[in-house]
Each structure stands twice: as structure tokens, then as C-alpha cells.
């Protein structure tokens, strides 16, 4: 058996330590370091795992000898110079999302990364998540028909970032999921909103979409909401599915609905609408924290060579849509359109790759 991987976590605030608590428990891997500026945060954790070294300094930390990987869970705006100061270092990195400020920064990972040789993963934790595999798995099946639209409400009360809108807090999970069901990269994105606490950061947005055949997806962010909603409906020709996160058991239902029109008609009184109802069922699910199979899969990219399902390219089209979302925002709504990525022959940009994880034990 290789031995285990040694790695060291940045970031000990709400996040991080969900990710301190997931490598801790996996065999082949070790935690050996916590970074936070924060003492407090630090010491609480110090706490919790005493054989763990605690640091302040990110510089000291990157120098801990024999360190195989960091992971990144701080705020966006310290991703990308953390993960460079990382990559630079020669450490598997993963960052969570959203990957960084900007897409040159994006663009500049993925480079130092490829040039090394080294793992870059982005927390795209809901691919992990046994609802949205299934969901994955039910439509490329074709059990749904062709996806018409997709439509993804995320609310609650807070909590309020200091360096980022609700869009880019909460929608990368949305569009994570969206990107692998529909498996392309948008045409266009618009996106409206407005701030309401805080000024020029918005707390409410609503982001549009656009893919090819007309299909389109809906995503309303909100820190300003009494309860707390994770609702997904993905409308298919077939059927249609109800995704509700906040489900302990029944995370997901499929409806056997659809509504056609009538194949010929030369009248407008022999137009009439045909309405299918059948029944609905709830898929089994197996019971799996997503995080657990996203920390596995990092560590069995390393161990491999492999490139993550959430790697650099896929955090790079996030942020692409999210910069795309943020023009939209100060043209009022405006769409904004992908110019054709030169380096696929899809029109509209790479398409994503499914994931397929290497621990069977993770598929529901
Ligand atoms: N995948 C998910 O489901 C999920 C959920 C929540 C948050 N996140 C992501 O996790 C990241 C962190 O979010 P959070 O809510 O935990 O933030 P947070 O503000 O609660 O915690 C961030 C911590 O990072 C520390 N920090 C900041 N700059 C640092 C630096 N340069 N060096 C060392 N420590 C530093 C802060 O002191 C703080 O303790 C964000 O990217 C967020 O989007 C992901």
C-alpha cells in the first residue's frame, strides 16, 4: 500500500473544516497542517485535532516538509493567489469554488498546473452528490426525453459575503449540475439583480441560460429569503423531475407528465393540447455525504494521475459564465453571448466531462 497522502488545509472558517473533517477520515490520507490568519478559528481546531500542526503564516506552511497537497478554502478573492504560491511550490491543489476572481486568473492555474504535472480539483462538491448522479444517469438513459428547460431556485437568509454577489456564492453549485445534465457550455448568459444590504454587492439574482435547440435554464439566487429553498425541476419531453435538496430521504421525484400538441392539425378547433399523467416514483438513493466522494476523488486523482470530473477547465468555464453573469448585471439584464472557443468544434464552448468516479461504492 502507498503511502498515505500528506496534506494541509488553508482556510478554517464556516467551509474548511467540513473538508478538515472528510480527509481526516479517509485512509490513505493525512492531514498534517491548518492554515488560518484567524487564532481563534485556529485554536477551535487545534482543539478538535491535536496532532494536526496549526499556522498563520501561509508562507511557513507551504515550506512543512513532505506535504503532497493543499486545499484551498478561504474566500475568492485569496484563491488564486494561495493556489499559484501552491502550484509554484509543486502541491496538488484544490480550491474551492468558485476557482478564482477572474478567468485570466483561471486560465493562468491551469497553466502553471499542466505545466507541472500537478492535480488542480475545483469544489464542484454537488457533482459528487448521489441525487445529481442519478438525475445524470436517468437522462443520458433518456428516460426523460430531450430536456426542454431546467428551472433552480437557491435561498435563504445570509449568509452575506464580503468580496462576492449571491450569484457567485450560490449559483456555481446551479450551474455546476446544469453543465453536466445538458452536458455543453451555454451561448449566452443573462443575468439581473439588484443589492439590497450591502452596496454593489447583490443579494438577489436572477441569471438565465441559453444552450443550443432553444433549451434554457433558470437560476434565482437569494441571501434575503425567510426559508431556506434548494429546488431543482428539469422539465424533459417525457418526464420531468423534481430535485429538492432539503429532502432527508426523497431527495428526488420523477413525474411521468408531459403535454404535446397535436402532430397535424388544419383547424384551430382541431388543436388540441394532449396531457399525460402518470404516476410518480422516488429513485433509491444511497446515503452518502457528496464531500466524503469529492475528497476521494481528489486523492485518487493524485494517486493516478488522472484529471478530476471538477478540474481546472471545468472551474474555468464557471467563472467564465459567472464574469458573463456579472456584464449582464451592469447592462441591466442585457444577454451576454460566448464567442466560439477555438480550441473545441462544439459551437458553444468544451463540453463537460461526466462524471465518473473511480470508487464504484459512490454511485447510488
Ligand atoms: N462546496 C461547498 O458546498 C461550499 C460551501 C460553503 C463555502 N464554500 C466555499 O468555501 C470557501 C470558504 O468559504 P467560507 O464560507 O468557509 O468562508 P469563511 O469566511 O467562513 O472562512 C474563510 C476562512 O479563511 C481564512 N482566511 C482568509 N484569508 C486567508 C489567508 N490568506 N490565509 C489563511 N487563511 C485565510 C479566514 O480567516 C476564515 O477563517 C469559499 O470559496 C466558498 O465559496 C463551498
Redesign the pocket.
Known amino acids: 500500500m502507498n503511502a498515505p497522502i500528506s496534506l494541509g488545509i ?7 473544516p467540513n473538508l478538515i473533517r472528510n480527509f481526516s477520515a479517509l485512509p490513505n490520507c493525512k492531514v498534517k497542517a491548518m ?4 487564532e481563534g ?1 485556529l485554536k477551535h481546531l487545534l482543539g478538535l485535532y491535536p496532532d494536526v500542526a496549526g499556522l ?1 503564516d ?1 508562507t511557513r506552511f507551504l515550506r512543512i516538509p513532505g506535504l503532497d497537497a493543499v486545499v484551498i ?4 478573492k ?2 488564486f ?2 493556489a499559484k504560491a501552491s502550484l509554484l511550490a509543486g502541491k496538488h491543489t484544490f480550491i ?3 476557482m478564482a476572481s477572474s478567468s485570466a486568473e483561471c486560465e493562468e492555474l491551469c497553466e502553471i498546473a499542466d505545466r507541472n504535472g500537478l492535480v488542480l480539483m475545483i ?4 457533482l459528487y452528490s448521489a441525487p445529481v448522479r442519478k438525475i445524470t444517469q436517468l437522462i443520458r438513459t433518456g428516460d426523460i426525453g430531450q430536456i426542454r428547460y431546467i428551472n433552480s431556485r437557491r435561498l435563504n437568509l445570509g ?1 452575506f ?1 464580503q468580496d462576492i454577489n449571491v450569484a457567485w ?1 450560490l449559483a ?2 446551479d450551474i455546476s449540475i446544469i453543465l453536466n445534465i445538458l452536458g455543453e457550455f451555454p451561448v449566452s448568459v443573462n443575468c439581473s439583480g439588484n443589492a439590497h444590504v450591502t452596496p454593489g454587492i447583490e443579494d438577489v439574482t436572477n441569471m438565465s441560460l441559453s444552450f443550443s435547440q432553444q433549451r434554457f435554464a433558470t437560476i434565482q439566487s437569494s441571501w434575503l429569503e425567510p426559508r431556506k429553498v434548494r429546488e431543482m425541476t428539469i422539465v424533459g419531453t417525457r418526464r420531468m423531475i423534481v430535485y429538492d435538496d432539503l429532502q432527508t430521504h426523497e431527495k428526488i421525484r420523477v413525474y411521468d407528465v408531459r403535454v404535446e400538441g397535436p402532430p397535424h392539425y388544419d383547424t384551430f378547433a382541431e388543436f388540441h393540447y394532449s396531457y399525460h399523467y402518470g404516476d410518480s416514483y422516488i429513485p433509491y438513493l444511497k446515503q452518502e455525504e457528496p ?1 466524503k466522494t469529492e475528497c476521494e476523488h481528489f486523492l485518487d486523482c493524485i494517486e493516478s494521475g488522472t484529471e478530476p470530473a471538477s478540474g481546472g477547465q471545468a472551474g474555468l468555464e464557471m467563472v467564465r459564465i459567472l464574469e458573463a453573469a456579472s456584464t449582464s448585471l451592469k447592462a441591466n439584464g442585457a444577454p451576454v453571448k460566448f464567442s466560439r472557443d477555438k480550441t473545441t468544434d462544439s459551437p458553444s464552448g468544451r463540453i463537460p466531462p461526466i462524471v465518473v468516479l473511480s470508487n464504484p461504492s459512490a454511485a447510488a
Do not use: M, S
Request: proline share 11%.
Open positions: 488553508v482556510g478554517c472558517g464556516y467551509w474548511g492554515c488560518d490568519l484567524n478559528r498563520t501561509f478554502a478561504t474566500p475568492v485569496h484563491h493567489p494561495l474551492e469554488k468558485p469544489g464542484h462538491t454537488f449568509l459575503q456564492d456555481p453549485h464531500l
